[in-house]
């Protein structure tokens, strides 16, 4: 997640979309799977039967973002931190709270989705249609992956140095921000970490745990109510 106004054509919104992309792209599938790889598609269909039925659901995540330089020195030197939770119940509604660096939200009911910014006094709202194929994608992926057949080419790496499945997912057609997606899964079929690789060189790191499945959220979690004193900033178009 970013921070910091630009224009709404220029740097803030660019940075927006990104940050929306990565945030819609945490737990993304598959498609392109040859039928005649039984690991691969034993490995996918043990992560559908986790995630695909699910209500709703809270996950913790940390995020590290780590630009083309320190990608090349490795393990090295660390990147910058982030870390929150994660809220989804079908069909578009997405809540997610960063808690470290500075508290920051992202709020989606379907409609119209939020960008709040405690530290700087500041809300954004965008039309959600403005968004719509990271929130098609996000709903596909935690509702079973049921529309995602010509979303991503699939191809099984391996395993890890600690056993773990790699599958690296290739956007059909390519997005214009990520090149490829490297998706973690351990023994369990739980995907436990997210590599968005982006056009520059540069990898978003997501560590998940503590997937919880959770039916019942408060009224309104899932709408953004502007605080006293904040500015609210509309963008796009809303009509």
């Known amino acids: 997640m970013g921070s910091g106004p630009g224009r709404y054509t220029g740097g803030r919104y660019c940075r927006m979309r990104r940050a929306v ?8 599938l598959f498609s392109g799977a040859s039928l005649a790889d039984e690991r691969l598609m034993d490995l996918l269909g043990g992560i559908q039967k986790n995630y695909g039925h699910l209500p709703g659901l809270k996950l913790d995540y940390t995020r590290e973002v780590i630009t083309r330089s320190m990608a090349i020195m490795g393990n090295k030197v660390k ?12 069909p578009y509604f997405l809540r997610l709270e960063q808690f470290s660096p500075k508290p920051e939200s992202i709020i989606t009911n379907g409609n ?9 006094g500041q809300a954004y709202q965008y039309p959600s249609k ?24 699939v191809v099984l ?6 056993g773990e499945s790699q599958i690296q997912l290739n956007p059909v057609p390519p997005w214009q921000d990520i090149n ?12 436990r ?28 979690f899932f709408h953004f109510v502007v605080p006293e004193g904040v500015k609210l900033v509309k963008e796009g178009n809303h009509h």
């Open 157 to 162: 790496l391996g395993k890890d140095e600690e």
């Open 130 to 153: 403005d968004f719509g194929k990271e929130l098609k994608l996000l709903s596909d992926i935690f509702r079973g992956l049921s529309q995602v057949e010509d979303t991503f080419q």
């Open 180 to 191: 490829s997606i490297v998706l973690t899964v351990t023994r369990s079929h739980h995907m």
């Open 193 to 220: 970490v997210i590599e968005i690789h982006n056009q520059l060189g540069g990898i978003t790191r997501f560590t998940l745990k503590d997937l919880r499945s959770k039916k019942d959220f408060d009224k309104g």
């Open 79 to 90: 990147g910058d931190l982030a870390t929150g939770e994660i809220y989804f119940k079908p």
């Open 21 to 28: 992309i990565l945030i819609f792209v945490l737990i993304p």
């Open 112 to 120: 119209t989705l939020w960008w709040y910014i405690p530290d700087k």
